[in-house]
């Protein structure tokens, strides 16, 4: 149908475009007061930096990715998640040349096919941070701080932090051993995804939400058992410093997040009340994937966070925010030889600041009216012909119901100095 949305996309309608604002503004604001500049990258790349990028284990690149082919045979993948594009960014316009530490976040759209449920759509919004160039378990603390940052300010309560460390190439190879040798006894008990995961990436399985596979995992070896010195140290100093901001986590030796990039810190962040699947974003470090897309050996950490989620969640909890809409003044007009006055009145709001409209269906003065409390408008500035002879105006509050004459020259100024007082 031409007239139906493709199924998992919503619309987002003008008088829910506020809430996104809210959203959006917040990202911005405490990415800057963590020192993250934005970045913006296309929403289509080369499919093969995904599967390098992401892992061609991943649940994303198997079976999750909008991919095409051009008219020039490239094949071509609207991005299923912002790390890997950042990255490739990252290397093509050498920026580390520019200093190290590289802060940067992003916004925007992403894209990935699966089955669509509340707040989990095929074309969804994330809020992303990534940090390139030092390894210090300090910086991994601040992206963790910085995402709880962002939830506090919307007002979401009952989160829950989950941490957890999934090594390195050095100490990873061993614990996949030992899972290995765990999981082969019961290997036909597992679903079928897992079994091919057992030979290619068997710490995957851990990921499954399949009841049957996470009864299996339940007693199986964990990674953090394996650890090097290196990572158990560095995992150690980041619960260190998440205590000292007084931030607080639980310990999941289960949690290997869904990309296979990930190295050493791992984190989800979840919270109750918005059914089985309560993740509402999540990351970790990946220290060798800038590497493995062909740039230096630049260690890297970040997040992302869907948006969706982060708005199911708020209004789960009665926390929705105010939608957009309306205008602070209408220009209402009564006769025929005001037009143009009234059009210079709202070029003149419009200036001063102020959100102005007026009505360009010819409606009557009633009829304005109704439509200044239905759009909905603060005040209404009617100008009649007798009003403009007289060089004046009547201003309406439509809340309290109040109106006063105001000269015309000086109504700008007296609609901005009401906005400055909060109306």
Known sequence: MLTSRPRGTEDILPEEVGRWYLLENTAREVSRLYGYREIRTPIFEHT?????????????????????????DRSLTLRPE????????????????????????????????????????????????????????????????????????LGLKDLELHLNSVG?????????????????????????????????????????KSPACQEIVREAPTVTASLCPDCAGHFHRVQEYLKALGIEFILDEHLVRGLDYYTKTAFEIMVKGIGAQSSIGGGGR??????????????????????????????????????????????????????????????????????????YLERSLKGQMKYANRYPARMAVILGEEEL???????????????????????????????????
């Open 286 to 359: 990946y220290d060798g994937l800038v590497a493995a897309l062909g740039g230096k050996q630049v260690p890297g950490i970040g997040f992302g966070l869907g948006l969706e989620r982060v708005l199911l969640a708020l209004e789960t909890q009665g926390q929705e925010p105010p939608p957009e809409g309306g205008v602070d003044v209408l220009v209402v007009t009564a006769g025929t030889g005001v037009d143009l006055a009234a059009f210079r009145l709202l070029a003149g709001l419009r200036a001063a600041g102020i959100r102005a409209d007026k009505d």
């Open 168 to 208: 390195c190439p050095a100490c990873r190879p061993a614990h996949r051993e030992k899972l290995k040798a765990y999981l082969r006894p019961r290997l036909e008990e597992l679903c079928p995804t897992c079994q091919g995961r057992f030979e290619r990436n068997p710490l995957r399985i851990f990921d499954c």
């Open 82 to 153: 912002g790390t890997a594009p950042v990255v490739r960014a990252f290397v093509e316009h050498s920026l580390e040349a520019r200093g190290l530490p590289v802060k940067l976040f992003y916004l925007g759209p992403m894209f990935r096919y699966g089955r669509p449920q509340a707040g989990r759509l095929r074309q969804f919004h994330q809020f992303g941070v990534e940090a390139f160039g030092s390894r210090d378990p300090a910086l991994d603390a601040e992206v963790i701080a910085l995402a709880m940052d962002f939830y506090t300010r």
């Open 48 to 72: 093969e930096l995904f599967n390098r990028g992401v892992g061609d284990t991943s649940d994303i690149v198997e079976k999750e990715m909008y991919t095409f082919t051009d008219r020039g």
């Open 389 to 423: 002879a007289r060089g004046r105006v009547s201003v309406r509050r439509l809340d309290a119901g109040s109106q006063e004459e105001v000269p015309l020259a000086a109504v700008v100024d007296y609609c901005r100095k009401m906005k400055e007082s909060g109306w």
